[in-house]
């Protein structure tokens, strides 16, 4: 059995535990992780449909010959000028008629909308819950696409830290990592955030017209997608002489992103690495200015379980995969963050991104 259908199997497994009789996957990611392929997805009706009984591919017509040639899938076409109801009535009668239907959680609405009103199911939950559950744990391979991401990553930091410099605005900086992502390769960049001077107190500011200046402390934070698999990084350059003021809080989230990372091993409590990094802070003063979790896990999403925060108590399992991102924001000032990618092994911890902590100073 080869790795999708395996993992279809693992679905159907937890799908009878979570009573849902039928699981459409419409999402990209999803239908990467359950299928290795995703075709263009827009407007149209497009979802893998599977039951205990059967799994049907519901594709519009012009997508069929490309997903054929990519997976094993039985796939019912249908096409624009007669619209997706008689397809997905005869995926239905293969799968058998849902009285449980479980969604992506990141769908389409009018894709549920479709399929309650086609299928007509007594219920219509997330099946994110479950999805999760399998996805959360990374394979072998999944570990390395996500460390060839994070490498890349890496790179793109540097001619990041290389590109700040007075003058220079936030906007042409965010250009200049974008392009090194696409020309080293990357399928896609997420998101190139510089954020420089008082904009680094806005933990999820993008970037902006903003002229870097002497005295600017500048969070970048940016990330990409390679083979399908997501990275996550954020370093911190300063332009001219930091403040005493500013190295010791520079410091002491460095501390704080080491002590989270050194508690993360298998069996250990989720929101125990979370405490970790907040109480570094707290012994310092400043843990009333980290104001969001301490890390999210990271694969096909860039944002997935597990959620490193208080209130999971959830156990971390070798394999799973997920940030390290304490930060301080200080209003009006600026802002600190430092961000890992990590790896829970029976061990301990492997961190994939390799760039150092320490702040880069440049001074003219
Ligand atoms: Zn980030
Ligand atoms: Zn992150």
Redesign the pocket.
Known sequence: MDVFSQRIENLKSQMSQAGFDLVAITTAPNLRYFSGFVPHLDERFNALLISQKEVVWVAPELNREQIESHVQIPLVSWRDDEGPQGAIRQALQKLGSPRSLGVDGAGRADILLRLQEIAQPQSSQSADGIIALLRQVKSADEIEKLALAAAQADRAVQAAMQACRPGASEREVAWIIESFFRQDGAEQVDFTLVASGPNGAFPHHHYSERVLQEGDAIII?I?ATLNGYKS?I?RMVYLGEPSVEFLRAYEVVNQANLAARAKVKAGQIAQEIDRAARNTLKEHGLAEFFVHRT??G?GLD??EPPWIMEGNETPLQAGMTF?I?PGVYLVGKYGIRI?DIVVVTDQGVQVLSQTPHDLVVKSS
């Open positions: 934070d990330g996550d954020t890390g999210h990271i860039i944002h940030s991102e961000e």
